[in-house]
């Protein structure tokens, strides 16, 4: 088996991720954060995010959450017992080629042309329209 334009190869964790629940704590009004009779952190409901992690994220959940979360939101864990595993097959990510559009200029320049080219077509057919 070889690489081609119509055919690559991949390692099963390149398709794969986690699915993770992000939580925040809950704070009080005085900016503290509010805890149950256990001492853990109740989380803040209006906060809670999820995030999709690709096996192949460096560091993996940890890495994710020092690089991405973290640093906007320092009190921030995940629910562990809310991580799911899944995996995604796209083929335009990995077979998409770009298509260079063509510019603005060249666009208005054909329009021009295109009106140009009709003007005598469109008098036609009003003068005939009128007689």
Request: charged letters at 30%; proline letters at 5%; aromatic letters at 10%.
């Amino acid at each position: 088996m070889e690489e081609s334009e119509v055919s690559r190869i991949f390692s099963n964790s390149d398709f794969g991720f986690w699915k993770i629940t992000v939580l925040q704590p809950l704070l009080d009004h005085d900016g503290n954060i509010v805890v149950d009779k256990k001492g853990k952190p109740i989380p803040d409901k209006e906060k809670t995010d999820t995030e999709i992690i690709p096996f192949t994220y460096p560091g993996g959940i940890e890495g994710f959450m020092d690089a991405e979360v973290k640093p906007y939101a320092p009190n921030a864990w995940v629910d562990k017992k809310k991580i799911q595993i899944g995996y995604e097959l796209s083929f335009t990510k990995y077979f998409y080629k770009h298509v260079t559009l063509r510019t603005m200029d060249d666009i208005v320049s054909d329009l021009r042309n295109m009106e140009a080219k009709t003007e005598g077509i469109l008098s036609t057919i009003v003068e005939e329209a009128n007689e």
